[in-house]
């Protein structure tokens, strides 16, 4: 059965068992906001009670995957909600049992990235562009603090956390951060192959098995998390430079640093 939701302002969902395609859709670069990711959140908890869905895929409306976290929720009066809202949809992707894919185009920054790091599977286009820009604005992303070196290795990490430089896709994919780089026009058919194969496979095992493979990283991870998060609300978003930052990139000028 094939069905297509369509109760969401920031999402399209397309159902066709046992596959649901999510897509961020919030033109023109897919940002996520405090909405989106309340309907993430929801979504994510529905589709975790259906048997019948054993595979997610996540792609961004209009050619981008999506440039990250709403910057103006990053203020001192929002962040903690922010946080906690972003934290709760990433924290159900890691602990999901379905098979998650994210196909990636184009922009795939800060919390884009993010989600998309995630993912089990990441088939990214040869000339998207992934990084986590949050430096430049006074931040860290505190999910890729937590993650990203297990994934790549801490000095790739750390190159990418503490420049803020962006890559290409096929790079994202030789450091790890991608299963696989591809033409823009083979994407959608990796992505479906990939879904396709899973879909023949038993979601009961499946289930299974990505809680026996996840299962130490799950725990440091979730541990992880919180503390970044802390760090995040409790030192750095005090920080003038952080305020300034992000003050700076709303009312695009350059950022004047303190070093406070």
């Not at 033109?27 to 529905?46: F, G, Q, R, T, V």
């Not at 800060?110 to 000339?127: K, N, R, S």
């Not at 496979?201 to 098995?209: C, E, F, I, K, N």
């Amino acid at each position: 059965m094939t069905t297509t939701a369509t109760r969401f302002e920031r999402l399209s969902i397309h159902f066709e068992a046992p596959v649901v395609l999510i897509t961020l859709n919030h033109p023109a670069l897919n940002i996520i906001d405090i909405a989106m990711m309340e309907e993430l959140a929801s979504l994510l908890n529905e589709i975790e009670s259906q048997s019948s869905i054993s595979t997610i895929v996540f792609e961004g409306a209009a050619k981008c995957f999506s440039a990250g976290v709403d910057v103006a929720a990053h203020a001192p009066e929002t962040v903690s909600s922010m946080l906690e809202k972003f934290h709760a949809v990433v924290r159900a992707l890691v602990s999901t049992r379905k098979v998650t894919i994210a196909a990636v185009r184009g922009h795939c920054l800060g919390g884009g990235a993010e989600l998309a790091l995630v993912c089990d599977f990441v088939y990214t286009t040869d000339d998207a562009k992934w990084g986590f820009p949050e430096i430049q604005l006074g931040c860290f992303p505190p999910v890729a603090a937590t993650a990203l070196a297990a994934l790549i290795g801490q000095k790739r990490a750390a190159d990418l956390i503490l420049s803020g430089r962006s890559i290409g896709g096929a790079e994202a994919a030789g450091i790890g951060l991608a299963t696989a780089a591809v033409g823009d026009a083979q994407l959608s058919s990796v992505v479906d192959q990939c879904a396709a194969r899973t879909a023949t496979l038993s979601p009961a095992a499946l289930a299974v098995t990505k809680k026996a493979m996840y299962a130490w990283d799950a725990m440091h991870f979730d541990k992880g998390l919180a503390r970044a998060e802390k760090i995040y609300r409790e030192e750095l978003i005090e920080t003038a430079d952080a305020q300034e930052g992000i003050r700076a990139f709303l009312e695009k000028r350059t950022p004047k640093w303190t070093g406070r």
